[in-house]
Every structure is written in structure tokens, then in C-alpha cells.
């Protein structure tokens, strides 16, 4: 007999060794239980699964060396055997031949055909009257149906409206986040950066050296050996404060002391300061001093200057001044730009945050008759936002909503009517917020009086109800059908 054998796992349990016989269509299920390892399974296991095979139609046999399952199998009356080749050739226990059990008994076709009423069941076709009867209960049906179900209306109702206002007491803080029914707001902060330039006459005085001082100097030898003088050698002369001069080219003293050779030198610096009288230079600058004198025979001159402008530091306060007093106009109107319409500038918040850049031309200390400068500054100021403000006054308003009204739309006309005021960083001031308000109606109160009514009959019943200025306007769906319809959900009100 053709036999499905199943081998078990040790992680195998009653839900997946169920599931796996459900696939077994021979008439005996073996069950293999493994070599190594333990399955856990209780006789009630095992009586659960001798009764699914029997449901199967099939006959349940195990193959297990595990005392515990031979005995519970020897009582539950199921056929066990050591080996599955052993399962082949032994006898199985006796058993009754398995059926699947039946959910509902089977029908008796032919005891239920006898039922069946006769021709006398549609012996009515040959009377016409009754035949005409049953044909109007249909189409009157149909047309009942077409009443209730397909018209549709939408009605739209314009009602009265009034102003509702209210005076609120605004405070714009730094420090808030979020809108409060007090009155507070968040001071929502703008930042910017403005750049510009200035210039102004220099009205301080100077003298600019022009040119340079020349002339020769005597290098006298003080040793027996030759002393070679090269070009650039500083030489200084006495008067107070000390004028340096430096040679124009080499010079080669001859040997002995005594001997002696004229240089050309030049000041060091411009001016009137390099114009000395004779027998003022008698310093060398460096250890040739320890081998030569020097002196200079005839004065040295030719050193120039004009008197110039410069500006002084009054100068550059004086325009930095006036340039960042343009610089914060500027800003002033710039963040009056930035806002968006309906926005609060808050301009005592208004503050210079850092100057950004500082050019002055000429720099310190040089000479010109012009000073310009060229300055960027970051400024900051606050400002309260439109939404925030009208979310403030929608609150405050809906807070005094009167009775049995509801807001005619969401936006709410606001007006600053007072001064803004700081104090403690605080800016306050009193604002005007008015909006319309319309009587609140009942959509399903509006229905039930247009229910089945025709089109000018629930118009009129709808303006003497509800007071209306203006007619309501009515839309049926199909347009040529005469009435409102009968069910609520075909009926939508707009208001």
C-alpha cells in the first residue's frame, strides 16, 4: 500500500508536522522521528494527529525509538515500528477504513426536483389584466426608484452679514516664540548689510619734502694700509636730531695716514632736514670709523618742501560720522522694503550690529587735499508678521464671537491705531482687528425644509425662514426635473 513518508525535524512541532500532511494523498502517513535530538510532542499531539489523518482519509503510523511516544502511540492505538523499511514489510494495526469526514449531509437532487411547484406557477400569463397590473407595479417601480435616487440639488444661501471688531493691546517681545491670547507676539528679527561712500576736504596742514640734499664729503685715511669705501656707506652728521647721509658710489682711500679723497652723498630722506652747514658730518655708521674721519668741507643743501593739506583725525571722525548717519537711512528704508505687506516694523529696534569694512584715502598720515572713505555696516531691526498678527486677532475675535454666529471668512482687516512704545525691550501698541460674521445654519436644518419642495416653492420657504436679503440659488440635476429630491444626501448647502 502506497505510504507518504514524512521525516521529522527536532525543531519541528504540531502546527508544521500538520502542515506537512496536509500534501499526503496515499492512504498511510508515516511519521519518521530523527536519529538524533528530541521532537517535543504530548499524546495530545498525537491524538490531534491520528484524527487529522483520519480527516485526510488516510491511516497514521510513526517511526521513533523514544519510549515515551511507543507507549503513548500503544495506547492511542498507532501503529509504530523502529525502522521505516520495517514500517514497509510489518503489519499495521487494525483500523476501520478512514473517510473524510463530511461538513454538510449530501443533497438529494432528484427529492428536491419533486418539490418544485407545477405549470400552475405561471398559469397567470394568460390573464391580461393581471398581466397589465403586474407590468404598471414595475414601471411605476422603476419610476419610484428614478424619484428617490437620481435627482440631485445644490443650494447656495447668502446670509446676512455684520462686523464684529475689537481693540487689542499688542506686545511685540524678542523673546517669544509662539502667539498668545494675552496679546504677546514674537518679535521676528531682520538683519542686512549697506555699503557706501564719502568724501571730504582735508582741512589740517603739512609740509611734504620735495627734494633730497647733496654734496662731498673728505674720507681722511687714520691707518698705514688702503681703505676701501663702498657705495651706501651712512654717514651721520651732528646737529640734533641726527640727518643720515649715504654715498653715492665706491671710494678707495689711499695708504698712509693722512691721505685722504672726496665722495659724493645724498640725505637719506627729503626735505629741509638734509640741508647742513660745513663740519657736521664726522660720523661714520658701521667700523669704518676705526679707519677713517670724515667731514664734509662745504655745506651740504638742496633739500626742499612745500606746504601740503592732510586731513587729521577730527577729519575721519567727523566723515565716518556723517557716512554712517547715511548708512543707517538707508538701512531704515531697506528694511522697510524687506517686510512684507501687512508686517509691523518695530523701528526703536533698530541697532548697528558691526561695521563690516573701513577704507580711508588716503591712509593716516599721508597727504591730500581730499579724504574719502568708503564703509559697510550690518544693521538689525524687528518686526511683527502679518500672519502672526492676524492669528492673534482671529483668536481674540473668536474668544467674543457672539452667540449663534460663525466668521463670514478667514481673514480679519487690522489697522495700528495707537504710537509703538518700548520699554524692558518690549514694543507695544493698540491694534484695530474687524472682520465680518454671518448667522451659523444648520445644512441639515436648510434640507428638511426643501425636502421634495419644487425649486421656487423651497426659495421662498428658505428666504421667510432664514430671513434672507437675497433669494437663495437652487441648481437641480437633471434641470428639467421638477422637484427637490426626497433623500438629504442628494441635497448639498453652501453658504
Request: glycine share 6%; no cysteine.
Amino acid at each position: 500500500m502506497k505510504t507518504q513518508v514524512i521525516h521529522i525535524d527536532s525543531h519541528d512541532d504540531f502546527i508544521s508536522i500538520r502542515d506537512r500532511m496536509e500534501w499526503a494523498k496515499t492512504p498511510r502517513i508515516l511519521l519518521v522521528w530523527p536519529k538524533r535530538g528530541r521532537v517535543e510532542m504530548r499524546p495530545l499531539d498525537l491524538t490531534l494527529l491520528r484524527r487529522h489523518a483520519e480527516s485526510l482519509g488516510a491511516e497514521l503510523g510513526l517511526v521513533t525509538r523514544q519510549r515515551q511516544i511507543r507507549a503513548a502511540a500503544r495506547e492511542l492505538g498507532i501503529s509504530y515500528f523502529s525502522t521505516a523499511s520495517e514500517a514497509q514489510k510489518k503489519k499495521w494495526l487494525e483500523h476501520q477504513p478512514a473517510h473524510p469526514v463530511r461538513r454538510f449531509p449530501r443533497l438529494d437532487l432528484r427529492a428536491a426536483r419533486r418539490k418544485l411547484p407545477g405549470p400552475e406557477l405561471f398559469a397567470i400569463g394568460s390573464d391580461p389584466i393581471l398581466r397589465v397590473a403586474i407590468f404598471s407595479a414595475g414601471v411605476l417601480a422603476v419610476l419610484a426608484i428614478m424619484l428617490v435616487f437620481i435627482p440631485s440639488a445644490q443650494i447656495r444661501i447668502t446670509l446676512p452679514e455684520e462686523k464684529q471688531s475689537f481693540n487689542i493691546s499688542v506686545s511685540a517681545e524678542p523673546d517669544a516664540q509662539h502667539v498668545q491670547l494675552s496679546g504677546v507676539v514674537p518679535a521676528r528679527k531682520l538683519t542686512l548689510a549697506v555699503a557706501g561712500e564719502n568724501s571730504a576736504l582735508a582741512s589740517g596742514k603739512a609740509v611734504q619734502p620735495v627734494d633730497t640734499a647733496a654734496g662731498e664729503v673728505l674720507l681722511m685715511n687714520l691707518t698705514d694700509k688702503a681703505v676701501s669705501v663702498p657705495a651706501g656707506t651712512v654717514l651721520l652728521a651732528s646737529p640734533d636730531p641726527t640727518v643720515s647721509f649715504v654715498t653715492d658710489k665706491q671710494a678707495q682711500v689711499p695708504a698712509g695716514k693722512g691721505k685722504n679723497t672726496t665722495v659724493s652723498v645724498r640725505a637719506s630722506a627729503a626735505g629741509l632736514s638734509g640741508n647742513v652747514p660745513p663740519g657736521t658730518v664726522t660720523i661714520f655708521e658701521g667700523p669704518l670709523g676705526l679707519s677713517l674721519a670724515v667731514t664734509n668741507p662745504a655745506s651740504l643743501s638742496g633739500g626742499t618742501e612745500n606746504p601740503v593739506a592732510i586731513a587729521t583725525a577730527q577729519d575721519r571722525d567727523n566723515l565716518k560720522k556723517r557716512l554712517l548717519t547715511d548708512l543707517d537711512r538707508q538701512a531704515r528704508q531697506q528694511f522697510a522694503g524687506q517686510i512684507s505687506s501687512g508686517d509691523v516694523l518695530l523701528p526703536s529696534t533698530f541697532v548697528q550690529l558691526r561695521v563690516v569694512d573701513e577704507v580711508f584715502t588716503p591712509a593716516a598720515g599721508q597727504a591730500g587735499e581730499k579724504l574719502s572713505l568708503k564703509l559697510s555696516a550690518e544693521y538689525a531691526m524687528a518686526y511683527a508678521s502679518f500672519a502672526d498678527l492676524q492669528l492673534l486677532a482671529g483668536r481674540v475675535l473668536d474668544a467674543s464671537l457672539p452667540a449663534g454666529t460663525i466668521p463670514a471668512s478667514g481673514l480679519v482687516n487690522l489697522k495700528v491705531n495707537s504710537a509703538l512704545t518700548e520699554g524692558q525691550g518690549v514694543v507695544r501698541w493698540q491694534m484695530f482687528a474687524e472682520r465680518s460674521v454671518r448667522p451659523y445654519t444648520d445644512s441639515g436644518q436648510v434640507i428638511s425644509v426643501v425636502l421634495g419642495k419644487t425649486a421656487r416653492r423651497a426659495a421662498s420657504q428658505l428666504t421667510e425662514t432664514y430671513g434672507l436679503a437675497q433669494s437663495p440659488q437652487i441648481k437641480i440635476s437633471p434641470s428639467w426635473w421638477p422637484w427637490l429630491p426626497f433623500l438629504p444626501i442628494r441635497i448639498t448647502v453652501t453658504g
